[in-house]
C-alpha cells in the first residue's frame, strides 16, 4: 500500500481545511477514500459528484485540494 497525504479546503462559507493522511493502492483509491469520508457532504454521492471533487485538486486557478504521495 501506498501512503497519500491529502489536504482539502471545503467549499462552503468556513473555508474549513481538512487533511488525512491514508493508505490506498493508487491516488484514485486515496481521493476516493477521502471524498466519501471527508467530503461527501459538499457534493452528491455518484460519480458526478467524484468527478466535481477531483477536478477541485487540479484547477489550475482554483486548486482547493493537494494530494502529495510518499515513498
Known amino acids: 500500500m501506498l501512503t497519500f497525504a491529502i489536504a482539502f479546503v471545503l467549499p462552503d462559507d468556513n ?9 490506498a ?5 486515496a481521493l476516493r477514500k477521502f471524498f466519501s469520508e471527508e467530503a461527501l457532504t459538499h457534493y452528491s454521492d455518484d460519480e458526478q459528484g467524484f468527478y466535481y471533487f477531483k477536478e477541485d485538486f487540479f484547477d ?12
Open 60 to 71: 489550475e486557478k482554483h486548486r482547493q485540494g493537494s494530494i502529495i504521495r510518499h515513498e
Open 25 to 29: 493502492p493508487d491516488e484514485e483509491a
Open 15 to 23: 473555508c474549513q481545511l481538512r487533511h488525512r493522511v491514508l493508505e
